[in-house]
């Protein structure tokens, strides 16, 4: 194709899309697909927004609790700061580990639900013990508190990759 050619073709092809265009029709993919389309079509899918909120329920308690274990650790009677750092690290470690080991059992045996639920059920369990612990000032063992940290991370951290992909499997566009 020559170069005259070439640039005739550019042409036509530029003048198309402003007719296009001025029709308001698509002129090219990213026309088609906006985020808030996008967006508003994955929230009228069928299954889509309850992975989306454990998802967000999931992110929202694992943060707040990285971002005030330091605190709720000093009123529950921990003072050592190696102790307090190691506590933290350690839920967020679970997060991790949980979610490599909740999520291995979901892989193969598909039940988001199911498992999202026990997850939940657990997390609030969880959350309501500690609760009790760093909101009345009771005074429990360093061990329950500590366990009851893990376990949370443990069945917090799963909940975002699970319905991560459930949200995927079920909002494929």
């Known amino acids: 194709m020559s170069a005259a050619a070439s640039i ?3 042409k036509e092809e530029k003048a198309a899309k402003v007719a296009a265009a001025e ?3 698509p002129t090219s993919l990213l026309d088609e697909v906006t985020f808030p389309k996008q967006a508003m079509e994955l929230f009228r899918k ?3 927004l309850m992975p989306l909120a454990a998802f967000v329920t999931s992110i929202g308690v694992t943060n707040v609790v990285s971002a005030f274990t330091e605190s709720t650790l000093h009123r529950a009677g921990f003072f050592d700061q190696t102790g307090i750092d190691l506590t933290g690290a350690g839920f967020q470690v679970a997060i991790v580990v949980g979610g490599i080991f909740v999520g291995g059992y979901v892989d193969k045996t598909k039940q988001f639900k199911e498992v999202t639920l026990a997850c939940l059920s657990a997390t609030l369990g969880l959350l309501v013990l500690l609760g009790l612990a760093f909101g009345f000032d009771l005074d429990m063992p360093h061990y329950v508190v500590v366990m009851a940290l893990l376990g949370l991370g443990a069945t917090a951290g799963p909940v975002q990759p699970i319905n991560a992909e459930l949200a995927v499997e079920v909002g494929v566009i």
Do not use: K, L, M, Y
Request: charged residues 35%; aromatic residues 12%.
């Open 8 to 10: 005739e073709a550019e």
């Open 23 to 25: 029709a308001g029709e």
């Open 46 to 48: 069928p299954g889509f």
